[in-house]
């Protein structure tokens, strides 16, 4: 039998001119069945809202500050577009 593990992470969306320390977090709730898995379900979940928004996320397990991100391709495709 498989136990369910549940935990939070925080999202960041990237937004132009505000540092990433100063933008609004958001908590999303995982459910996944081993730590080692607990990486590829966050980033899966991250991906997923990154391309819906096409838009960069920052990511972090709730109560750690170690960030990563995901969709950077997002931001400079956005910064080029704008650029034009």
């Given amino acids: 039998m498989a136990i369910l593990l549940k935990d939070k992470i925080e999202i960041?969306?990237?937004t132009e001119g505000l540092r990433w320390e100063?933008?609004?977090?958001?908590e999303i709730t995982l459910h996944y069945f081993s730590n080692e898995d607990f990486g590829d379900v966050a980033y899966s979940a991250v991906k997923e809202i990154s391309e819906t928004e096409k838009n960069e996320i920052r990511w972090n397990k709730k109560g750690f500050s170690n960030g990563h991100y995901v969709g950077?391709?997002?931001?400079f495709n956005n910064f080029y577009k704008n650029k034009k």
């Fill in 72 to 75: 950077s391709m997002h931001k």
């Fill in 12 to 14: 960041k969306r990237y």
């Fill in 22 to 26: 100063d933008t609004p977090a958001q």
